[in-house]
């Protein structure tokens, strides 16, 4: 059974930095894309970005591109989500997802999701 913990949020002054850790377990995640989502009550999961973890190839959305940064760690089965110059707006719920083969951006593509780290940027 697939199972992703995330970790790593907090609380953080804007222009500041965090690293998410999402840890992956119950499968052999070669042959997968994993993806970083955001909430905020009363807003859609936003796409944050992804990454094949094969290939290590990366894709982000704008808001977060040039800021965030993503990357996995094979030995550990761990895929982490670098934030730097953090933003007010960056307040959420960050979730880390597993899907089969290419990247997905929209969050009913991906079959597997962590319960979520909060994330609060204070301006």
């Known amino acids: 059974q697939v199972q992703l913990v995330e970790s790593g949020g907090g609380l953080v002054q804007a222009g500041g930095s965090l690293r998410l850790s999402c840890a992956a377990s119950?499968?052999?995640?070669?042959?997968?894309?994993m993806g970083w989502f955001r909430q905020t009550p009363g807003k859609e999961r936003e796409f944050v970005g992804t990454?094949?973890?094969?290939?290590?190839?990366?894709y982000y959305a704008d808001s977060v591109k040039g800021r965030f940064t993503i990357s996995r760690d094979n030995a550990k089965n761990t895929v982490y989500l670098q934030m730097n110059s953090l933003k007010p707006e960056d307040t959420a719920m960050y979730y880390c997802a597993a899907k089969r083969a290419a990247w997905g951006l929209t969050s009913l593509s991906y079959d597997y999701w962590g319960q979520g780290t909060q994330v609060t940027v204070s301006s």
């Open positions: 119950g499968r052999t995640f070669s042959s997968y894309a």
């Open positions: 990454i094949n973890w094969s290939r290590g190839n990366t």
